[in-house]
């Protein structure tokens, strides 16, 4: 199973590729005019050196971006804006921070972020082994990379991971929360404020284990934020969304989302921050991606985002945003 999970990165992405390449991202609303060629610059360098590594997942994603439909492309287009935008808040507000991608796959935000903000003063990425790697090999072989990372490598052969004094490649299996607490307090300071990003990680694991990883990273760090960004299945008694997209992974890919239908709503699944404890005081947001279109994207974007590509399915895309959730659950520790 961990192996068909880790796939799903390919889906990631193809799908943020495709929304590049069809003009949706990188947003004008969101993006400092300076930033738009090198975030495209970054990407296109990363999908050409994952060409030399791997021809078949090359081809793959290839053939996603080529395929990609409106609906999905505005849904990438939101899911980054939105995360984006609740990160840089977060940078903005704070001194000294550091962030935690956990299931960070094949994302790319390091690179705007730690060139960006010097407050940021480490950036963890956090997947199985072999996404690791991967990644590892596709960052330390693109010069551009290595050096707008200074990344270092004393050692190649004995597998040591390509990093920097301010950014970090960690393989673990987040299933085993006792594995990654000793490496998360190794390499980062309970003291400093931290943001968590979990972009599609929590729909991926068991339910035990993604509410221990969450106690755990909260009862560690004295002041924190999580963003978490996820598939919720509905609790009406006529929505069949999760059912349906249960059913599709299985039958396509023998993939489980386990606790889709259990965190089904926007209250179950803000349920699980929700820490019952005098010593830690906690703020909770989340809203469905639907209300975030509605409330954050201002009208000119929305005309430009209408002209990129023509959408004729405006109630399915009512339908898939309204199941998917941004989260942002704050925290502190009483001193
Ligand atoms: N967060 C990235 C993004 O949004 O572009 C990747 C999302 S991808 C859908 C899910 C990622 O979570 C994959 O890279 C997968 O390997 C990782 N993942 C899922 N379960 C994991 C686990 N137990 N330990 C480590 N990584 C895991």
């Known amino acids: 199973m961990d192996r068909i999970i880790q796939q799903t990165d390919y889906d990631a992405l193809s799908c943020k590729l495709a929304a590049i390449a069809k003009g949706y991202l990188p947003a004008p609303q969101f993006s400092d005019p300076n930033e738009i060629e090198s975030y495209k610059l970054i990407h296109s360098a990363y999908f050409n050196t994952l060409k030399t590594h791997s021809r078949r997942i ?3 994603i290839n053939k996603s971006i080529s395929s990609s439909f409106p609906v999905m492309n505005i849904g990438t287009y939101l899911r980054t804006v939105a995360l984006d935008s609740q990160i840089e808040t977060f940078l903005q507000k704070n001194d000294k921070v550091q962030i ?9 935000r390091m690179f705007q972020l730690l060139n960006k903000y010097d407050n940021l003063t480490k950036y963890l990425d956090l997947d199985f ?12 072989n693109t010069e551009l990379f290595r050096d707008t990372l200074h990344l270092e490598r004393s050692n190649e052969t004995d597998g040591e991971l390509a990093h920097s004094d301010r950014y970090k490649l960690i393989s673990c299996d987040l299933k085993d929360t006792t594995n990654t607490m000793t490496i998360l307090q190794s390499l980062t300071d309970s003291q400093i404020p931290t943001l968590v990003i979990t972009e599609c990680l929590l729909c991926y694991m068991p339910q035990l284990e993604s509410q221990t990883l969450i106690n755990s990273i909260i009862s560690f760090y004295r002041v924190g934020e999580w963003l978490s960004y996820d598939p919720i299945g509905g609790d009406q008694p006529n929505d069949r969304f999760g059912l349906i997209m249960q059913t599709n992974l299985r039958e396509s890919r023998n993939l489980e989302m386990p606790t889709l239908m259990t965190f089904n709503s926007k209250e ?3 349920s699980r921050w ?7 005081k906690t703020n909770i947001d989340i809203k469905d991606m639907w209300e975030i279109f509605n409330s954050d994207i201002e009208p000119t974007e929305k005309q430009r985002l209408k002209k990129l590509q023509f959408l004729d399915e405006f109630e399915e895309l009512k339908v898939m945003q309204t199941h998917y959730v941004l989260l942002n659950a704050q925290w502190e520790h009483a001193l």
């Open 58 to 60: 090359y081809g793959k």
């Open 100 to 108: 935690i991608n956990l299931g960070c796959g094949s994302d790319l």
């Open 129 to 140: 082994k072999d996404s690791i790697y991967f990644k590892n090999d596709i960052l330390w």
């Open 268 to 270: 179950s699944y803000a």
């Open 274 to 280: 929700n820490i019952i404890s005098n010593d830690i």
